[in-house]
């Protein structure tokens, strides 16, 4: 059973960069067709696919977040990283790290698996 478990600062400046961490256990991040994506759910809305790095290391973007966000993997460590900067308030959120066994990525999705998430609070 894979299991994802994200960790952060949880309070960040604004303007300042954030920095996340997916450690997985239970399975590889690379084992194929595996699509291992950031998904965001602000206070009251719905969840927002924030991007995704598949099996083979490949990374896409929501169009929105692209030129504030970037994810990288340790393959030694089986750990996935995400990073955005210029922090705005509106960034706070419930931030998650899923995955899905079937290359599938984006809104549409039904992961299979969910880390439980890592509150992420933009305030000075």
């Not at 239970?26 to 991007?51: D, F, H, V």
């Not at 929105?64 to 340790?74: P, W």
Request: charged residues 15%.
């Amino acid at each position: 059973q894979v299991q994802l478990q994200e960790s952060g600062p949880g309070l960040v400046k604004p303007s300042q960069t954030l920095s996340l961490t997916c450690t997985v256990s239970g399975g590889s991040i690379t084992t194929n067709y595996y699509y291992w994506s950031w998904i965001r759910q602000p206070p009251g809305k719905g969840l927002e696919w924030m991007g995704v790095i598949v099996y083979s290391g490949i990374t896409h973007y929501s169009p929105s977040l692209k030129s504030r966000t970037s994810i990288s993997r340790d393959n030694a460590k089986n750990t996935l990283y995400l990073q955005m900067n210029s922090l705005k308030p509106e960034d706070t959120a419930i931030y998650y790290c899923a995955a899905d066994r079937a290359s599938c990525s984006g809104s549409g999705c039904s992961y299979d698996y969910w880390g439980q998430g890592t509150q992420v609070t933009v305030s000075s």
